[in-house]
């Protein structure tokens, strides 16, 4: 019997899922047929296999061939299935041993001439394979640090089809290295510091408290008063990420082809900056028969920052409700359904008004009617903003401010150093359940396992009365309010830490 098994791994959103690629020879007419729902890509790779096989001095088999892709019920897509077709077509003809492709992985797009070209997708499908108990994976060189991040996983980079098959036949190549685990390389210390944004203690405030408790920030001001900087400083204060979120952050980067060739494991949280013009599909994703994370995915762990906000599409920010609330986005087309993390922390940024000119008390150019400033901010849906918890008004630094010198104690190390200590107590109180951070804890569970006394919440229930807050705002503000505690290392919130939190969500005195 001409039929031989080889093993590739299917990436749909970020899980891995083992593809067993047989391949039978039979006699008939020569040509290959490809089963098992292959999209267009994967159609292609008949034409890439041969011209790999026979460049890479391989007799191909004259024979009616068939390669199958099973289980077939599941989607495939890409071009990472070339080199365990190659290899099932040669194992079938008796060119390699059908015994050395049992228990082993192979992963990889072929060139031409025979040789193996990096894919996306890399970790996560290595990871599936560790997890299924397959360890030996052969993947492309250029991906190797990217697989070698997966402990347990025992990695064979090649560069080209040749030397898979000697690898088959064992006889592998001197020059083949097997690499070591890429170490997790922290980055250089961003030179943007805290400190540098002139005066705004209230944003700077709002940004160390949004960074502790995973709380999204709204910063509202005439330009240059310091919300780009804010925003730029804030992924300087949040902790770097741990083995678990840096793999879940880097297989979202490798599947999105946003992680750099040879690029070792993310430690960072990650910040996306998106233009205005970006779309729904750029925000949460888009494809469809192969699904792409998009920007709010990839800012999974980070910062996603929407500056100008009012001048993005309409459509485009309330695709963002979702996500905001559940922590990953779910995409549904017509062959697949798709689930991406993306717990990520919003900032949005505006201008006051569309002439983007100042309306204080040293400023007073803005001529905009009052109807023409509120249609300006009303781009922004009140559902929208009702799930922001910090909401800053923000206004232009004085002479003073400008030339004060940098604050020690306001800069991103020393932020940087309370925002540790805050998320420490909120593991601690969190040991055991599924949340992390205080912004991820649900209303109902909040209010019932850690309540506040009726002294400490008086103000925020005075203002749900009075309706300037809804039920999910006054959620919120309490969740803020224990995140301020915990900066200021109380056991729970009272009534003035309630207060700052009510003053942080309604700035301007509406509460009062």
């Not at 006051?352 to 008390?361: H, Q, V």
């Not at 803020?480 to 942080?504: C, K, S, Y």
Request: aromatic share 4%; net charge positive; glycine share 8%.
């Amino acid at each position: 019997m001409a039929l031989a098994r080889s093993l590739a791994v299917a990436v749909v959103g970020i899980e891995g899922h083992l593809v067993e690629v047989e391949a039978d020879l039979a006699n008939g007419l020569p040509g290959l047929t490809l089963i098992g729902l292959p999209d267009a890509a994967l159609h292609e790779a008949r034409d890439r296999v041969r011209a790999a096989v026979v460049n890479s001095r391989e007799r191909w088999p004259d024979r009616r061939i068939t390669v199958g892709l099973f289980p077939a019920t599941l989607p495939k897509s890409g071009s990472a299935f070339d080199l365990a077709m190659a290899a099932a077509i040669l194992g079938a003809a008796g060119a390699v041993p059908r015994a050395a492709l049992a228990g082993r992985i192979l992963i990889g797009e072929l060139a031409l001439d025979g040789r193996l070209r990096p894919v996306r997708g890399v970790l996560p499908a290595v990871l599936a394979a560790v997890g299924a108990g397959l360890e030996r994976i052969v993947v492309p060189a250029s991906n190797a640090r990217e697989a070698a991040l997966v402990p347990g996983a025992v990695i064979e980079p090649m560069h080209d089809l040749a030397g898979v098959l000697d690898l088959l036949r064992g006889r592998p190549r001197l020059d083949q290295v097997l690499p070591e685990a890429a170490p997790a390389v922290r980055p250089d210390p961003s030179e943007l510091d805290l400190s540098d944004v002139a005066g705004q203690a209230r944003g700077r405030l709002a940004a160390e408290v949004a960074a502790a408790g995973g709380h999204h920030l709204y910063l509202q001001g005439p330009p240059g008063t310091g919300k780009t900087m804010i925003a730029e400083r804030l992924p300087g204060l949040l902790p770097a990420l741990d083995t678990a979120a840096a793999l879940e952050v880097t297989a979202v980067h490798s599947v999105a082809g946003v992680l750099p060739v040879g690029e070792p494991l993310v430690t960072r949280p990650p910040f996306r900056s998106p233009h205005h013009s970006a779309t729904p599909a750029a925000l949460v994703g888009s494809g469809s028969s192969v699904i792409r994370p998009g920007l709010a995915s990839q800012a999974h762990h980070g910062v996603l920052f929407l500056d100008e906000a009012p001048e993005f599409g309409r459509s485009a920010l309330d695709a963002l409700r979702q996500p905001l609330e559940s922590g990953q986005v779910e995409i549904a087309r017509a062959r697949a359904t798709t689930r991406f993390p993306a717990r990520f922390l919003l900032v949005l940024a505006a201008n006051p008004c569309p002439c983007s000119r100042a309306r204080g008390p040293r400023d007073l150019r803005c001529d905009c009617p009052s109807t023409v400033r509120r249609r300006y901010l009303a781009r922004l849906s009140g559902p929208l903003l009702d799930r922001i918890d910090l909401q800053i008004a923000l206004t232009s630094p004085s002479r003073a401010e400008l030339r004060a010198d940098r604050d020690l104690a306001g800069s991103s190390a020393a932020a940087a150093q309370r925002v540790h200590q805050a998320r420490c107590v909120m593991e601690r109180r969190f040991a055991g359940t599924p949340w992390r951070r205080n912004a991820e804890v649900p209303g109902p569970s909040l209010r019932r396992r850690w309540p506040l006394r009726s002294e400490a919440t008086r103000l925020a229930d005075r203002a749900f009365e009075r309706g300037l807050l809804t039920a999910r705002g006054l959620d919120r503000v309490f969740r803020v309010a224990w995140t301020i505690a915990d900066l200021n290392g109380q056991e729970r919130p009272g009534a003035e830490e309630v207060g700052l939190a009510l003053d942080l969500r309604l700035p301007g005195g509406r509460h009062e």
